[in-house]
């Protein structure tokens, strides 16, 4: 659960899908409509929340959403935003398709997001709480009460 600075590291729970393979396709958006409507109405704040999660809170959604955000206008945001689902990708061992990270973010940015989006949930990790929230819950997850002995009897 934790490594050796003390930090927090994403263990897969036992009712994890298996490493190796996404859950949900890159265009299997409307599975969740709701985050949809919102990736595609406001990508940088679920993308935000998504690196938050990926990057185990090392770095803050705001920071990742100013980035997105002055990127973006540029139409360079893919430049950034793929590094982060590369190391998704590495977290739980996923395959790069339907092309590589680069080019699914340059062409398919708001899929992309979403998909993302949904393999965090899907393992157990809730993006819209923050990453402290999920090492609490992990954390909580992993303590197993304490065994009391029955009392005596007569």
């Not at 940088?44 to 990057?55: A, L, P, S």
């Not at 705001?62 to 945001?77: D, S, T």
């Not at 982060?84 to 339907?98: C, H, I, Q, V």
């Not at 992309?112 to 999920?134: F, H, M, T, V």
Request: charged letters at 20%.
């Amino acid at each position: 659960m934790y490594n050796g600075e003390g930090k927090a590291t994403q263990q897969p729970s036992i009712n994890a899908p298996p490493t190796g393979q996404w859950t949900t396709g890159l265009y299997d958006c409307f599975d969740d409509t709701g985050n949809c409507c919102f990736t595609w109405c406001c990508p940088r704040f679920t993308f935000g929340r998504n690196v938050e999660i990926i990057d185990q809170g090392r770095t803050s959604p705001i920071k990742a959403r100013l980035i997105f955000f002055a990127l973006g206008c540029f139409g360079l945001a893919s430049l950034y935003t793929h590094g982060f689902r590369t190391k998704l990708r590495a977290l739980y061992n996923l395959p790069e398709e339907p092309c590589t990270d680069c080019c699914v973010h340059y062409w398919c940015v708001v899929c992309a997001i979403c998909q993302e989006y949904r393999e965090l949930k899907n393992r157990g990790l809730d993006p819209s709480i923050g990453w402290k929230a999920n090492e609490e819950r992990m954390r909580r997850a992993t303590q197993v009460p304490p065994h009391v002995a029955p009392g005596m009897t007569r």
